[in-house]
């Protein structure tokens, strides 16, 4: 009987296990990168959009008469995020505008991204 028999992990099976462990978390660090990129686009577009409809809030507050005898067209530039605003008149006798909203801007790695929100006013309607 071997008196130094010792029951334990060899020098193998701890390096594979510290190379499973390793690979492990270089996986874990590439779901981190993504989901924080994720939030990143999710946070911009909650931003452009709230952008596009303080522009729509304005417009449809004011009057339809208003808004046919001033600027039918705006833009400007916000935090990076540049707004574009139309209004235009529908066929005539119809009563009705329609209003389009263009929010503009790029991502961290210079990607050209684009939002539109589009309402129609009718004569008439107060909000």
């Known amino acids: 009987m071997n008196q130094f ?6 020098l193998i099976e701890v390096v594979v296990s510290m190379l499973i462990l390793a690979i492990g978390m270089v996986a874990g660090l590439g779901m981190t990168q993504a989901g924080q990129t994720g939030l990143d686009a999710g946070r911009r577009i909650s931003y452009a959009s709230g952008l596009a409809q303080a522009i729509m809030e304005e417009e449809v507050s004011i009057s339809y008469a208003e ?3 001033g600027s039918l067209e705006g833009e400007d530039e916000v935090d990076g995020f540049r707004r574009i605003w ?3 008149p529908d066929t005539p006798g119809t009563h009705f505008l329609t209003i389009h909203i ?6 961290k790695t210079g990607r050209p991204h684009q939002m539109q929100l589009v309402s129609i006013r009718a004569e008439g309607v107060v909000p």
């Not at 028999?5 to 060899?10: A, D, I, L, P, V």
């Not at 263009?102 to 991502?107: A, F, I, M």
């Open 5 to 10: 028999k010792q029951r334990g992990f060899s």
């Open 67 to 69: 808004l046919l005898g």
């Open 86 to 88: 139309a209004i235009q």
């Open 102 to 107: 263009t929010v503009e801007w790029k991502d």
